[in-house]
């Protein structure tokens, strides 16, 4: 597989490792966004979010706390944008899982997440709610 996070889990693409366990990797982005902008990543090959097992997703988050409260006190950082772009059609880069972990300070210009998509005035579908709550006991049972 040509994928460069498994090829970086596998040691054949260098990257800056700032972690790896058995489950997961985490490194500083190729083309970052600030300082410390890093990637955690699963290391066997999962394109999708909604592909991970909630085991998996327990696992990527836990790390991506740890290393958010390592870059803010070793940066300084004011805050976090932390993100996943989902398939293509959300800027999903590298077919691999990925959480963007992009320390945010005072005056960088960046923007929230609210600034992705233009404002529509949208309000809450209460059969949207309604209709997920079913699937969800449907997966429960």
Do not use: W
Not at 3 to 19: D, N, S, T, Y
Not at 38 to 52: D, N, Y
Not at 126 to 136: E, G, H, N, S, T
């Amino acid at each position: 597989m040509n994928c460069p996070f498994c090829r970086i889990a596998r040691g054949e693409l260098a990257a800056h490792l700032l972690f790896a366990d058995d489950e997961v990797l985490a490194f500083l982005d190729a083309a970052p966004m600030a300082p410390g902008h890093t990637l955690v990543v699963p290391k066997t090959h999962v394109e999708r979010f909604t592909e991970l097992s909630e085991e998996q997703a327990s696992r990527l988050f836990a790390v991506a706390v740890r290393i958010s409260r390592a870059l803010q006190e070793i940066l300084g950082a004011s805050g976090f944008t932390v993100g996943i772009n989902d398939g293509r059609v959300a800027g999903q880069g590298v077919p691999h899982v990925h959480i963007h972990i992009v320390p945010r300070f005072p005056g960088d210009g960046g923007k929230s997440l609210h600034a992705l998509l233009p404002y529509r005035p949208l309000r809450p579908d209460p059969d949207l709610a309604a209709q997920v709550r079913a699937r969800l006991s449907l997966q429960e049972s």
